[in-house]
């Protein structure tokens, strides 16, 4: 049995890895439950899947998950604060840490599965663009694995082979094809992008997700922060990645090699392939989705991303060039203005201007020998300097 922490499980991505648990209860025991503020999901969680902790990170939250498991027998032990999620990350019991926190906010519980050298199953982007040189040297310290959850990641994984650890060009890669939707506002005329609603912008075409990536697939800031996860992930660049336009979300990325080959991995677009792939690897099981029927599928498009209609895609990829702090600035100013046009306190132009104005307002600074803490400090600046851009823009 190997025992799984799952860090957000009442988001999207772990109400998805909680399905293909379900399927392998023989295989695995949940360890850890965790969630922000969503007492009453973590409670009806707990009652179902009897983790031996559950950790609230709002501490009133906590209080309210206590009182509504006060009747449950064998009640799991429950903690509060990020403190919380760094432990139950890295409790001896835990095998596996499925990382499926929204944003930064993921950093620190995910470093810490790294650092005790758990299996890593690695939904939460935003803790790599952060801390990308960090992350893969705990890993690389500890001998954790880390295994891609997102889609296109996942996908370029399966397509490299099997032996691949660092070095696109040591196995003979040229370059690798990132997949992206275009979301549901691919087809928009450009002047109306500032009438768009958050209602419009989550209204995802192919993918079911939390509301933060999908304003971010909308604006294409996903894909940036795909492409800075990439780079991190196998060891490349900005010059060796192309984003490919491909609506239909059913190739989930290709890699191509040296001699022409283009291998490409496809299926429908449920989240669940990705997790229970990680979850098996290296062998394979059942994940409850549906087999590929490419007849009703018909056709495969694609196109070229359009970088006038989507600015933050190539903001990202300024920032992944710059390197240093600047992707963990992209990102925390896109947290703060993605929640403010979630909050229809600015328009969606207005995050790329946000996230454009704060990179703009920070000279670019080397991450060089500096720990968590000092980008942690860098990540709050930066969401400071984001929410007075917001303040002016409503003015
Ligand atoms: P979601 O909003 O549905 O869920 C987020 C989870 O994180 C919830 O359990 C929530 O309680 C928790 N959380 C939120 N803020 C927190 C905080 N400050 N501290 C601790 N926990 C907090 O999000 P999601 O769509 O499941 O996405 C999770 C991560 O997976 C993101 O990084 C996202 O980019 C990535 N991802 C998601 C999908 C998808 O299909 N949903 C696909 C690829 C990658
Ligand atoms: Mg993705």
Redesign the pocket.
């Known amino acids: 049995m190997k025992g799984v922490t799952i ?8 109400v998805s890895t909680l399905d293909v648990l379900t399927r392998h209860s023989g295989q695995f025991r949940v360890v850890a439950l ?5 007492a009453a999901r973590l409670a009806e969680q707990c009652r179902l899947h009897h983790p031996d902790f559950a950790v609230m ?1 709002d501490p009133e939250a906590a209080q309210r998950l206590r009182e509504q498991l006060a009747d449950m027998p064998q009640r799991p032990e429950i903690l509060t604060g ?1 403190e919380g ?1 760094e432990q139950v990350a890295a409790l001896p019991e835990t095998d596996y840490v499925m990382a ?4 930064a ?2 950093l620190r519980p995910t470093l810490a599965a790294a650092h005790a050298g758990k299996r890593v199953l690695l ?4 803790s790599l663009v952060v801390a990308g040189a960090l992350l893969m040297q705990a890993v690389a310290e500890s001998g954790a694995e880390l295994l891609p ?3 296109e990641h996942n996908a370029i994984f399966q397509c490299l082979p099997p032996y691949f650890s660092a070095g696109l060009e040591s196995v003979g890669v040229e370059r690798i094809l990132l997949t992206a939707s275009g979301g549901p506002l691919l087809d928009w005329p450009l002047e109306r992008m500032a009438a768009v609603t958050p209602e419009q912008a989550c209204a995802h075409p192919t ?7 999908s304003v ?1 697939s909308a604006t294409m800031m ?1 894909k940036g ?1 795909e492409v800075i996860e990439a780079c991190w992930l196998f060891g490349t660049d900005t010059d060796h990645i192309e984003v490919v336009i491909h609506p239909q979300s059913v190739i989930h990325s290709l890699v191509q090699y040296q001699d022409g080959s283009v291998l490409a991995q496809l299926g429908n677009p449920d ?1 669940r392939t990705p997790i229970a792939h990680a979850l098996a690897w290296p062998a394979r099981f059942e994940s409850g989705v549906a087999p590929l029927d490419l007849f009703s599928v018909g056709r495969l498009d694609f196109q070229a991303p359009d970088l006038k209609r989507f600015p933050c895609l190539a903001l990202a990829f300024q920032a992944a060039q710059h390197g240093g702090t600047a992707p963990a600035i992209l990102n925390a100013a896109n947290e703060i203005a993605v929640a403010a046009f979630l909050e229809r306190r600015i328009d969606l132009p207005g995050i790329a201007a946000i996230v454009g104005d704060t990179l703009d307002a920070f000279p670019d600074a080397s991450v060089e020998g500096q720990g968590v803490e000092f980008l942690l400090d860098v990540d709050q600046r930066a969401r400071d300097c984001a929410e007075r851009l917001v303040q002016r823009r409503m003015r």
């Open positions: 860090l957000g499980s009442t988001g999207s991505i772990g965790t969630a922000n503020q969503d990170v990020v999620l499926a926190i929204v944003g906010a993921g939904a939460n982007k935003e959850i997102d889609s993918w079911a997700m939390g509301r933060k990536i971010d996903n922060l989240m």
